[in-house]
């Protein structure tokens, strides 16, 4: 069964600090790969999405993913937190398989962003 | 705005009662689904409904009955729920099961207290 490991579970840093949050999963077979956000008292939305392509991809906010196929790992960067980055982010993993796509959540980071 | 409404925000219930869960997306998705967020734990999916049939069942307990009456709507319905029932329900729609079709849009979610 796939699964998806989310080293850091708490992150604390500056504004304007550089970020990184490790995301790993196991499935061995094609996988499209996403990351979620939950901001305070808001639904959780999509930050960023991988499928096919370019293995660094960029979403909103100034956020950006690189796949690493080999590190079986999707790990999501900003150069430069804000304060309003304060949340919670998921990573999930979709397995292709032939008996059915199957989307695994990591278990988050929370983020706090300190002025 | 979400796109994916959720009624009630809150749920407080007790353990005999028989209460139920509304979701509705605005999107024209095809596909709907049904997580738990519980803290310190990874979401988990409990069903998959894809042009109104259920196509996965989480092995949830029976105590959970979903119903999918079209596209646009999903409910759950508790009853005898347990005390560890308590938690975030999540649902969310995507156009579809396959691919770039599956990027999934949340609602807000129903804060479930089981007493």
């Known amino acids: 069964a796939q699964s998806v490991s989310q080293h850091n579970h708490h992150v604390i840093l500056s504004e304007a600090a550089s970020l990184e949050l490790g995301c790993n999963y196991s499935?061995?077979?094609?996988?499209?790969l996403f990351w979620y956000v939950q901001y305070p008292g808001q639904h959780l939305q999509l930050l960023l999405k991988?499928?096919?392509?370019?293995?660094l991809v960029k979403g909103i906010k100034g956020f950006e993913a690189e796949f690493i196929k080999s590190k079986f790992s999707f790990n999501l960067r900003k150069p430069s937190v804000q304060w309003s980055d304060t949340a919670e982010y998921f990573c999930?993993?979709?397995?292709?398989?032939?008996?059915?796509?199957?989307?695994?959540f990591g278990t988050g980071t929370q983020l706090k962003v300190e002025l | 705005e979400t796109g994916v409404t959720q009624t009630p925000r809150h749920l407080v219930m007790g353990m005999t009662n028989k209460k139920s869960l509304k979701c509705e997306q605005h999107?024209?998705?095809?596909?709907m689904y049904w997580y738990k967020q519980s803290a310190k734990k990874p979401l988990e999916l409990m069903f998959v409904?894809?042009?109104?049939?259920?196509?996965e069942n989480n092995s949830v307990p029976s105590r959970f009955s979903p119903e999918c009456p079209n596209s646009s709507h999903l409910f759950l319905h508790l009853h005898t729920l347990q005390p560890e029932d308590s938690a975030l329900y999540l649902c969310?729609?995507?156009?579809?099961?396959?691919?770039?079709?599956?990027?999934?849009?949340f609602g807000p979610g129903t804060r479930l207290t089981v007493t």
């Open positions: 499935y061995g077979g094609t996988v499209n």
């Open positions: 991988y499928f096919s392509g370019d293995p």
């Open positions: 969310a729609s995507s156009q579809g099961l396959a691919g770039t079709s599956y990027e999934q849009y």
């Open positions: 999107l024209g998705h095809n596909a």
């Open positions: 999930a993993p979709l397995a292709l398989t032939g008996g059915g796509n199957k989307l695994t």
């Open positions: 409904y894809n042009f109104k049939e259920q196509t």
